[in-house]
C-alpha cells in the first residue's frame, strides 16, 4: 500500500525556519499532485500548500511569501521549506496525496513567541 512518511518538525523560535520532507513508497511519484496540510490544537484541518505533478503551486493566503513546496521526483519526495515562523504556525503537518485520502502520519511543528 501507499505510504507517505513526513519529517524535519520541532521546535523553532519565532522568526526561524525549518524544512519538512515526505517520501512517498508504492506510487507512482511522478504522476500525481501533493498537499501540506496542517491543523492546530482544537482546529480543523487546513489545506496549506499543494504542488502539481507539473510542478505548479498553490498556497494558502496565510503562508504566501513565507512557505515554499517543491518535489524531487528522483527522491519521490516533496518539501515544505517554512520560514518567518509565527506562533500561530504551531500545528502538526501532514503530507497528503493530492487527489487521493492518503495521508502520512504527521509531524509537529512548534514555534514559541
Known amino acids: 500500500q501507499v505510504q507517505l512518511v513526513e519529517s524535519g518538525g520541532g521546535l523553532v523560535q519565532a522568526g526561524g525556519s525549518l524544512r519538512l520532507s515526505c517520501t512517498a513508497s508504492?506510487?507512482?511519484?511522478?504522476?500525481?499532485?501533493f498537499d501540506w496540510y496542517r491543523q492546530a490544537h482544537g482546529k480543523q484541518r487546513e489545506l496549506v500548500a499543494s504542488?502539481?505533478?507539473?510542478?505548479?503551486?498553490n498556497y494558502a493566503d496565510s503562508v504566501k511569501g513565507r512557505f515554499t513546496i517543491s518535489r524531487d521526483n528522483a527522491k519521490r519526495t516533496v518539501y515544505l521549506e517554512m520560514n518567518t515562523l509565527k506562533p500561530e504556525d504551531t500545528a502538526v503537518y501532514y503530507c497528503?496525496?493530492?487527489?487521493?485520502?492518503?495521508w502520512g502520519q504527521g509531524t509537529l511543528v512548534t514555534v514559541s513567541s
Open positions: 497528503k496525496v493530492g487527489n487521493l485520502e492518503i
Open positions: 508504492r506510487i507512482l511519484f511522478n504522476l500525481v499532485g
Open positions: 504542488i502539481s505533478s507539473g510542478g505548479s503551486t
